[in-house]
């Protein structure tokens, strides 16, 4: 259909013929002429009129031009596949190469545009439109992105980034397209897919206010209030007591298969082969083939994801000494390759918690809104685009391992970590001895792994003065862990984890990975600061030679 009188002089026969055969158009495609879309430059689309009043304002406010697609008048929705054509033969140098260079997202990777594809359209029209008349240099949506990541960077204040916005319009000639506040420059961002859900939580990790409990004021758990108490002990009304921010990674995989290349990548473990038949990706797991083997319509598909999830606590205050404790939860993809798999732009964050205090076993409740979502990727989720085949397809994706260090282990998995018990293979039989005057607890029973014939089983005074001849236990399989958890046996299990709401969780022979930085960083450290003498990290002390003289080990070593 002729579009060419969008762009034609209103008082022209042109534009009038034109508009009379939009509505036409609109009026036999959606078969109504009162409930239209206005597409006038200011309504965009956002309200519904009859025909009369929207040829008025067509008239009047002339006709949105970056809408070129007619989607929501009947007209087919192609901006999609035209959009990822255009990036590949762009090579990535095109349209928002500005915004994958300041914000990290990869081309073509602006939100969820199939469900929404006006969406797309105000991207396209923010994209094309100048700063201000006569700009070169910069479009709206480039100097918005950028004024963006200066405030991000710098930790500019809501208000003081209004008050920047309203200084840029006036500095710069009448005309200009700079949003007047931080809430216009937001709608426009969001289209990018930047947009979270903001939560209230109870201020002890008992609920989210989400569901059931939207509306509730007070907690019904603890009976505290929803809203922040003042220093005068007054309730703020409306001001939340906690907050956790938590963004949506459904739209975001959603919006890595719109990506030529992305999309391309995220197939890459299916073209690989293990030439040495070493594992040298998550792919030759035990994990991934049992669920290729267990759910075979889940593992033929190769662009169905497979995921890891991290988490751990972290001083936002940048003090040391602020014992302030922020949480944030990151989800990593497999399929991706080794090399980009680890790149700041597909390590996705999904939820942020808040402090002063870290949530410990209660972070279950906070993983609610993740987990659900996660059972809605598992089921499937239908429509997604891929833009390397071309093809709309159903996409699943299934959680493989956590992995973080020994005290989140404890608080994700629900397993008792410090004490007697706190080993999560030996459980009950851990092999654990008090320090007399250490003060701590040891586990002095590690050489049960080593093979049966290794040296240091036989030698007694580099150890604890005894041989070892114990064999190693076998680990406990997930429906196990289960049955234990639901039939009251918590001896070594301090909760059941909100994991196991997840139908394959049970079956997963690795359900829970420890972070190698962490275990390597604090052995270096132990033997390093004994070695050097080093003061605060020195191991080797006065109540440490003592603990060896009760315990009948390295007696010349004994203090004086």
Same mark, same amino acid.
């Given at each position: 259909?002729?579009?060419?009188?969008?762009?034609?002089?209103?008082?022209?026969?042109?534009?009038?013929?034109?508009?009379?055969?939009?509505?036409?158009?609109?009026?036999?495609?959606?078969?109504?002429?009162?409930?239209?879309?206005?597409?006038?430059?200011?309504?965009?689309?956002?309200?519904?009129?009859?025909?009369?009043?929207?040829?008025?304002?067509?008239?009047?406010?002339?006709?949105?031009?970056?809408?070129?697609?007619?989607?929501?008048?009947?007209?087919?929705?192609?901006?999609?596949?035209?959009?990822?054509?255009?990036?590949?033969?762009?090579?990535?140098?095109?349209?928002?190469?500005?915004?994958?260079?300041?914000?990290?997202?990869?081309?073509?990777?602006?939100?969820?545009?199939?469900?929404?594809?006006?969406?797309?359209?105000?991207?396209?029209?923010?994209?094309?439109?100048?700063?201000?008349?006569?700009?070169?240099?910069?479009?709206?949506?480039?100097?918005?992105?950028?004024?963006?990541?200066?405030?991000?960077?710098?930790?500019?204040?809501?208000?003081?980034?209004?008050?920047?916005?309203?200084?840029?319009?006036?500095?710069?000639?009448?005309?200009?397209?700079?949003?007047?506040?931080?809430?216009?420059?937001?709608?426009?961002?969001?289209?990018?897919?930047?947009?979270?859900?903001?939560?209230?939580?109870?201020?002890?990790?008992?609920?989210?206010?989400?569901?059931?409990?939207?509306?509730?004021?007070?907690?019904?758990?603890?009976?505290?209030?929803?809203?922040?108490?003042?220093?005068?002990?007054?309730?703020?009304?409306?001001?939340?007591?906690?907050?956790?921010?938590?963004?949506?990674?459904?739209?975001?995989?959603?919006?890595?298969?719109?990506?030529?290349?992305?999309?391309?990548?995220?197939?890459?473990?299916?073209?690989?082969?293990?030439?040495?038949?070493?594992?040298?990706?998550?792919?030759?797991?035990?994990?991934?083939?049992?669920?290729?083997?267990?759910?075979?319509?889940?593992?033929?598909?190769?662009?169905?994801?497979?995921?890891?999830?991290?988490?751990?606590?972290?001083?936002?205050?940048?003090?040391?000494?602020?014992?302030?404790?922020?949480?944030?939860?990151?989800?990593?993809?497999?399929?991706?390759?080794?090399?980009?798999?680890?790149?700041?732009?597909?390590?996705?964050?999904?939820?942020?918690?808040?402090?002063?205090?870290?949530?410990?076993?209660?972070?279950?409740?906070?993983?609610?809104?993740?987990?659900?979502?996660? $059972?809605?990727?598992? %089921?499937? !989720?239908? =429509?997604?685009?891929?833009?390397?085949? @071309?093809?709309?397809?159903?996409?699943? #994706? /299934?959680?493989?391992?956590?992995?973080?260090?020994?005290?989140?282990?404890?608080?994700?998995?629900?397993?008792?970590?410090?004490?007697?018990?706190?080993?999560?293979?030996?459980?009950?039989?851990?092999?654990?001895?008090?320090?007399?005057?250490?003060?701590?607890?040891?586990?002095?029973?590690?050489?049960?792994?080593?093979?049966?014939?290794?040296?240091?089983?036989?030698?007694?005074?580099?150890?604890?003065?005894?041989?070892?001849?114990?064999?190693?236990?076998?680990?406990?399989?997930?429906?196990?862990?289960?049955?234990?958890?639901?039939?009251?046996?918590?001896?070594?299990?301090?909760?059941?984890?909100?994991?196991?709401?997840?139908?394959?969780?049970?079956?997963?022979?690795?359900?829970?990975?420890?972070?190698?930085?962490?275990?390597? $960083?604090?052995?270096? %450290?132990? !033997?390093? =600061?004994?070695?050097?003498?080093?003061? @605060?990290?020195?191991?080797?002390?006065? #109540? /440490?030679?003592?603990?060896?003289?009760?315990?009948?080990?390295?007696?010349?070593?004994?203090?004086?």
């Amino acid at each position: 259909m002729d579009k060419s009188w969008m762009h034609s002089d209103r008082r022209s026969k042109a534009y009038e013929f034109g508009v009379e055969a939009f509505l036409n158009f609109a009026v036999e495609n959606l078969l109504t002429t009162t409930h239209i879309r206005c597409p006038c430059v200011k309504c965009v689309n956002l309200k519904l009129f009859g025909v009369g009043i929207i040829r008025d304002h067509v008239y009047f406010n002339g006709i949105y031009q970056s809408y070129k697609n007619w989607t929501f008048h009947g007209e087919p929705w192609e901006a999609t596949t035209n959009a990822s054509r255009n990036v590949e033969e762009d090579d990535g140098h095109g349209r928002y190469s500005f915004v994958s260079e300041e914000i990290d997202m990869d081309d073509n990777d602006f939100g969820d545009f199939d469900s929404d594809p006006y969406e797309f359209a105000n991207v396209i029209g923010d994209g094309d439109q100048p700063v201000y008349p006569g700009c070169r240099k910069y479009t709206k949506l480039s100097a918005l992105v950028k004024l963006y990541n200066l405030k991000a960077k710098h930790g500019m204040s809501d208000v003081c980034f209004t008050e920047l916005l309203i200084l840029q319009g006036d500095l710069l000639p009448e005309g200009n397209t700079i949003p007047t506040s931080m809430y216009e420059a937001k709608k426009t961002l969001c289209a990018l897919g930047l947009s979270y859900e903001k939560m209230h939580a109870c201020p002890n990790d008992c609920i989210l206010y989400r569901k059931e409990y939207e509306d509730s004021t007070n907690c019904p758990t603890c009976g505290i209030s929803r809203w922040k108490e003042g220093k005068d002990s007054i309730l703020k009304e409306g001001v939340p007591a906690k907050v956790v921010w938590y963004f949506p990674p459904i739209p975001r995989f959603k919006r890595m298969f719109q990506s030529h290349e992305t999309a391309k990548s995220l197939t890459w473990h299916a073209a690989r082969k293990s030439i040495d038949g070493q594992m040298s990706h998550p792919a030759d797991s035990p994990s991934w083939k049992l669920l290729d083997d267990k759910w075979p319509e889940f593992g033929n598909e190769p662009r169905n994801l497979r995921l890891a999830l991290s988490s751990d606590g972290f001083n936002s205050q940048s003090s040391l000494s602020s014992r302030y404790s922020c949480w944030p939860v990151i989800l990593v993809t497999y399929n991706l390759p080794p090399w980009l798999r680890m790149k700041r732009k597909f390590m996705m964050l999904t939820l942020l918690i808040s402090g002063p205090k870290q949530p410990g076993n209660d972070i279950d409740v906070y993983l609610e809104p993740l987990i659900d979502d996660l $059972k809605s990727l598992w %089921d499937e !989720i239908r =429509g997604v685009y891929d833009a390397h085949n @071309g093809e709309y397809f159903t996409l699943r #994706a /299934a959680l493989m391992w956590t992995i973080n260090d020994f005290p989140a282990y404890g608080n994700l998995s629900g397993c008792v970590v410090k004490g007697y018990k706190a080993c999560p293979i030996c459980g009950d039989d851990t092999p654990s001895h008090r320090l007399k005057n250490g003060h701590k607890i040891c586990y002095i029973g590690h050489r049960k792994w080593l093979p049966i014939n290794h040296p240091y089983r036989r030698q007694r005074a580099a150890f604890n003065g005894k041989p070892e001849y114990g064999i190693p236990p076998e680990p406990l399989t997930g429906e196990e862990v289960l049955h234990m958890v639901e039939n009251g046996d918590r001896v070594c299990w301090k909760k059941k984890s909100i994991f196991f709401d997840l139908e394959y969780w049970k079956y997963l022979p690795v359900r829970h990975a420890l972070d190698v930085m962490h275990i390597e $960083k604090n052995v270096c %450290d132990s !033997i390093i =600061g004994t070695l050097l003498e080093i003061p @605060g990290k020195n191991k080797d002390g006065i #109540a /440490a030679r003592l603990d060896l003289l009760n315990m009948g080990v390295k007696t010349d070593l004994q203090p004086e």
